[in-house]
């Protein structure tokens, strides 16, 4: 019984954290006045709310263009907004690594992430965030893991508003069909890329899921969240990369520091091989709203059209 006593109370507590997170299962209908009230952390579930949600939501996003969502605090108007919402939706898998207790504890936040399959998550060899054995969260990049996020955050706006389940329900429809051909669009184009070319360098590793879906080898400056700070030796090693293999661009991201990137270039330089920016990728956050790239499809195109081009693709 002494050994099997502190077994039992280690595989408890670790049941009890598995499961201390809300589930759609979990969510009650709202009393609603007009529309749900929804609040987002990055605004790329923003958008995703506003497609599926359309007239019947109203969305408050806490992070905008240009945000770190790894190094996000929240203020005290964030958690005033987070305590007013219908609805709550955020990305998890410790995406919002400095906000997830305050999430996973509230019982109206879906992470827009949970219908995801354990099998189609990737999970850096060195953990993620800090935490061994957590997967990336930068799931969006796969677009067919991203339908799936639609179909959750459907489900979470129809257990809250009952009422409206079949306005949810004909929105995601049609956006699953725009997230199909979205999805071999971004195929097509990078297949365009010569196959020694298919090598994407950015700021911090957040394309594993690209990668994957559309046949690219990737790097990042930094790990898979930015919270990990590059060193000299991160740099010159990835300096070498580029310089052995020829690569012709690197990019900066939109919501990452230029600094690292630049500091590559400029290693990559001195071993004798120029390198140049291919532009500007957008990783965790969209662009600014009322732009094309403020939109998730919209951003995806951006991504994949300036990585096809700088790597000797279609223009």
């Known amino acids: 019984m002494k050994i099997l006593f502190p077994l039992l109370t280690l595989l408890l507590v670790t049941s009890a954290l598995a499961s201390d997170y809300t589930r759609v299962s979990d969510l009650k209908p709202a009393r609603l006045s007009g529309p749900v009230k929804v609040t987002t952390t990055v605004n790329m579930v923003g958008d995703l709310a506003r497609v599926i ?6 969305v408050t996003e806490l992070m905008g263009a240009g945000v770190d969502p790894h190094l996000y ?4 108007r964030d958690v005033r907004r987070l305590q007013g919402a219908d609805l709550i939706l955020y990305g998890g898998l410790h995406l919002e690594g400095k906000m997830i207790e305050l999430l996973e504890k509230n019982r109206k936040a879906i992470a827009v992430t949970q219908g995801i399959p ?3 998550l990737l999970r850096p060899a060195g953990g993620f965030d800090g935490v061994a054995n957590m997967a990336d969260p ?20 129809s257990a809250v508003d009952p009422a409206r389940k079949s306005v949810y329900a004909q929105n995601t429809a049609r956006y699953l069909k725009q997230l199909d051909a979205l999805d071999a669009e971004v195929m097509s184009l990078m297949k365009s890329v010569p196959q020694k070319q298919r090598v994407l360098v950015t700021a911090h590793d ?5 990668a994957r879906r559309y046949g690219l080898e990737v790097r990042g400056v930094q790990g898979v969240s930015t919270a990990a700070e590059a060193g000299t030796r991160d740099v010159q090693e ?19 520091p230029k600094r690292t990137v630049e ?3 400029a290693a990559a330089k001195a071993r004798g091989h120029t390198v140049r920016v291919g532009g500007e990728l957008f990783s965790d956050a969209l662009g600014t709203a009322g732009t094309p790239e403020g939109t998730y499809v919209g951003m995806v195109r951006h991504n994949t059209k300036t990585i096809a081009a700088a790597l000797g693709g279609k223009k």
């Open 138 to 157: 930068h799931i969006w990049f796969d677009v067919t893991l991203w339908k799936m996020a639609a179909a959750t955050t459907r489900d979470a706006l």
């Open 73 to 76: 605090k929240a203020s005290a």
């Open 263 to 265: 500091a590559v270039i």
């Open 118 to 120: 354990n099998s189609k």
């Open 206 to 210: 957040a394309f594993g899921y690209f």
């Open 53 to 58: 949600g359309g007239s019947r939501v109203n």
């Open 238 to 256: 990835l300096a070498k990369f580029v310089a052995d293999r020829k690569i012709p661009a690197i990019f900066v991201e939109s919501s990452v």
